[in-house]
């Protein structure tokens, strides 16, 4: 396997390391994430692992941006707004066309 198997865009040609890919995976465990390899093309992709996590899933062929899209836009965890949960729509009765 050559280097540039590895690496994000062939400009870039640095290759992330598998350390690099563990410790995105420690950081983000909510996440499913690995490298795939479709002939000359890697690609980083993360898969939520839980319903309702957003995003649900990310494909970037650079670590970076995968890590900048995963981090949540709230510095800490102690500034998050709490929102309850949205329970589903009731329908209403319908008592047919007005007369």
Known sequence: MTSSMFSGPPATGVAPSNAELA??????????IWREITGD????V???RRP???PHTV????LGE????????WPDEGSRIAVPPAGPALARPTQGPPA
């Open 66 to 73: 995968l890590r900048n899209a995963l981090t949540p836009a």
């Open 41 to 44: 093309r890697v690609r980083f």
């Open 52 to 54: 309702g996590l957003n």
């Open 23 to 32: 410790a995105l995976r420690e950081e983000f465990p909510a996440f499913r």
């Open 59 to 62: 494909v970037t062929p650079d």
């Open 46 to 48: 993360a898969r939520s």
